[in-house]
């Protein structure tokens, strides 16, 4: 079957560094997402990953490596506002989404 | 003003009644979906209209229908609400492409009791 997994929490210092790791198992692969959530919003796009490496973005950076069917999102000089839900969602074959159960990270000061 | 809107914004409602969730988007995109989202859980994709005469079912469709009125309109009815129905259920679109970043709606709460 497919999946996605995700850690489900995550604990972070403001200012420092986090990565919140996502593997997947799917019928094919064409592409990963990274989405935030804030608590009662809507999710917003962060990353596109469909090659393997590191795609760099700000404060944000999200890694792939395909053989290995896992994918990071990297957030540095971490902020209060970065305490938010992480979805991971991969695309499979058919172009359809995949989506992970999402990591809240929580940021302490 | 949102690009994408949903109405309501959180309803409560009875086990058997007729629910219809509404959602319209300004962006002009032809790709419209129905998730919900559960605590715990992945989004999970209900319905999805490429275009106004397409509608395909996701992956958890039982219970549910749509409605594609416009481009720019998607609906989503529960004919008959059952309390497993409660959940937080998103519109979103996307460009053309299957590839593209999918724009979400505020959400639509909903409890079934």
């Known amino acids: 079957g497919q999946n996605i997994d995700q850690p489900t929490e995550m604990t972070a210092t403001e200012g420092a560094i986090v990565q919140i790791n996502c593997t997947y198992q799917?019928?094919?692969?064409?592409?990963l997402f990274w989405y935030q959530q804030h608590a009662g919003e809507a999710p917003t796009f962060l990353s596109y990953?469909?090659l393997d490496g590191l795609e760099e973005k700000g404060r944000f950076s999200s890694f792939l490596s395909r053989s290995k069917g896992y994918s990071y999102l990297l957030l540095k000089e971490l902020q209060m506002k970065d305490s938010a839900s992480y979805l991971c969602?991969?695309?499979?074959?058919?172009?359809?989404?995949?989506w992970g159960a999402g990591t809240k990270l929580i940021i302490k000061p | 003003d949102a690009d994408v809107t949903q109405t309501p914004r959180n309803r409560i409602t009875k086990t058997g009644k007729r629910i219809m969730l509404e959602c319209s988007q300004t962006?002009?995109?032809?790709?419209m979906y129905w998730y919900r989202q559960d605590p715990g859980l992945g989004l999970r994709l209900i319905y999805y209209?490429?275009?106004?005469?397409?509608?395909n079912k996701g992956e958890i469709s039982d219970g549910y229908s749509v409605s594609r009125q416009a481009q720019a309109k998607f609906s989503l009815s529960l004919e008959s609400a059952i309390p497993n129905q409660t959940a937080l259920y998103f519109c979103?679109?996307?460009?053309?492409?299957?590839?593209?970043?999918?724009?979400f709606g505020e959400g639509s709460r909903l409890t079934v009791l």
């Open positions: 209209s490429f275009d106004v005469k397409d509608i």
């Open positions: 969602a991969c695309m499979d074959s058919n172009y359809q989404l995949i």
């Open positions: 799917t019928s094919g692969f064409n592409g």
């Open positions: 979103a679109t996307t460009a053309g492409t299957d590839t593209g970043e999918l724009f």
């Open positions: 962006k002009g995109h032809d790709r």
């Open positions: 990953n469909v």
